[in-house]
């Protein structure tokens, strides 16, 4: 019976991306949107910071009144609402806070570090940009990394009503940013090799050029199945606290990219249940051919394809509308409200 409910809720997905800077309109935001969408992907977790009034991360807000009235007004109009939450996307290129609490400043060795042992948290704004990296990750990894998120989601699942936890930069960086020393240890327990000698003489001179890539390949699925383990644990405690509670991700369109480049294996975690639906970032203006592409691998009922309406015009963004509307899919999710709400002529598109 739960599965049957579930399909109908994915079957039919007109969503939307709610950035926090947008929450000020607080009910308001639902008078822009004029019932045009069905789910509002709200975010509520960001840089580190939550917009309600959390006891585990820094609080961007220090009152929660506005978001029971906007749970409640959203279900009114019969609409769903999701926390959209930025699990290991830690902070941007802003100035760092000077807040003593803020993971950032207290915890610098939750983050991600290159093969050097050079952590994320050292380098500079423009050695991020050249490296096309949006700011800095926390290491997925790390126990008290894992243990912080899962604290901060059952806080939000048990304290409000939201009908979805959808998580965002759920990945890592970048393949060079794997190396962090809490899954170094964990992958030596099983290994016995550090996996920052790869490439290096000794190493080639012991075990040869295809041991060295072997270890290589071992790692990097160490990782991939680490951090899909963990979405595996975050879903699950999700659903303890509310079964009927919709889990999902917004996640890399091309899979193969997703998985060799940011460990996330984001098939997988629909193939084990561990996700109930995806939205891929699929921002662009042809984006036809990846998203046939991925739905021919399975669970297209469980895919949504996310519409860049920034990068499009009202007319684009109709066309991709009845694109979307023509495939064996859940719906499409547009990003993000910022463009709807300063120009109507969207809203005419979602029709």
């Not at 460990?263 to 984006?287: A, E, F, K, P």
């Not at 509308?321 to 064996?328: A, D, F, L």
């Amino acid at each position: 019976m739960m599965a049957i409910v579930l399909f109908l809720i994915l079957a039919n997905i007109k969503g939307v991306w709610v950035p926090r800077w947008a929450i000020n309109d607080g009910v308001e935001i639902l008078n822009v949107l004029d019932g045009r969408f069905n789910h509002i992907f709200l975010q509520i977790f960001a840089l580190g910071e939550t917009y309600y009034p959390s006891e585990y991360a820094v609080n961007a807000r220090k009152s929660d009144q506005w978001l029971h009235k906007f749970i409640e007004e959203a279900h009114r109009r019969n609409i769903q609402v999701s926390a959209w939450i930025n699990l290991y996307y830690s902070w941007g290129y802003a100035p760092k806070r000077n807040s003593l609490t803020h993971p950032v400043n207290r915890y610098p060795a939750w983050y991600v570090q290159d093969k050097t042992g050079r952590s994320i948290i050292d380098y500079s704004i423009d050695e991020l940009e050249k490296k096309w990296i949006e700011g800095y990750y926390l290491a997925p990894g790390d126990q008290q990394v894992k243990e912080y998120l899962l604290n901060i989601v059952s806080e939000l699942v048990s304290r409000y009503s939201f009908d979805g936890v959808h998580f965002d930069y759920v990945r890592y960086p970048g393949p060079g940013f794997i190396y962090d020393p809490a899954i170094r240890s964990q992958f030596m327990r099983y290994y016995c090799l550090d996996p920052i000698d790869t490439d290096q003489e000794d190493f080639i001179y012991r075990y040869g050029y295809q041991g060295n890539d072997e270890l290589h390949q071992k790692f990097r699925s160490y990782v991939v199945n680490d951090l899909s383990s963990f979405i595996t644990l975050l879903s699950r405690r999700i659903k303890e606290l509310n079964p009927n509670i919709i889990v999902s991700a917004a996640v890399k369109p091309d899979l193969i990219s997703a998985r060799r480049d940011y460990c996330q294996d984001w098939q997988t975690w629909l193939n084990q249940g561990s996700i109930d639906l995806v939205c891929l970032m699929s921002y662009g203006r042809h984006i036809e051919a990846t998203i046939d592409k991925v739905l021919k691998t399975g669970n297209s009922e469980r895919i949504a394809v996310g519409i860049g309406v920034y990068l499009l015009t009202p007319e684009e963004v109709q066309s991709q509308v009845n694109m979307v509307r023509n495939k064996s899919c859940a719906g499409f999710v547009c990003f993000s409200y910022d463009q709807i709400k300063k120009n109507r002529a969207y809203l005419e598109a979602v029709r």
